[in-house]
Nanobody, 118 residues
Framework: QMRLVESGGGLVQAGGSLLLSCVAS????????MAWYRQFPGKEREFVAT????????SYADSVKGRFTISRDNAKSMVYLQMNNLKPEDTATYSC???????????WGQGTQVIVSS
């Protein structure tokens, strides 16, 4: 499995921005589709955004569309989530996921916490 480490979380005021990063190691990054998920306290993890291994296709949850942007740098084995116009309801732990489509395997990071104050 791939090792994933997220960073960039923190406390921000409503309307502010954060850039989350996720660095991958241990497997060939460029063959993996990447995604961001978030988990609210006491709730199931929910999908936020995904990007194909080639970077040419992305999709977003309706709740973040137009505010969040996912991107990747295959040369650096990194995936990013630019979050703008943050709202208190975006407060959650954000995790990145790597999906190996060849072997149908998923790897997860430990997550980074985002707190948006009103």
């Amino acid at each position: 499995q791939m090792r994933l480490v997220e960073s960039g979380g923190g406390l921000v005021q409503a309307g502010g921005s954060l850039l989350l990063s996720c660095v991958a190691s241990g497997r060939t990054f460029s063959i993996h589709d990447m995604a961001w998920y978030r988990q609210f306290p006491g709730k199931e993890r929910e999908f936020v955004a995904t990007i194909r291994r080639t970077g040419d296709s992305t999709s977003y949850a309706d709740s973040v569309k137009g505010r969040f942007t996912i991107s990747r740098d295959n040369a650096k084995s990194m995936v990013y989530l630019q979050m703008n116009n943050l709202k208190p309801e975006d407060t959650a732990t954000y995790s990145c996921k790597a999906h190996d489509p060849v072997n149908d395997l998923n790897s997860w990071g430990q997550g980074t916490q985002v707190i948006v104050s009103s």
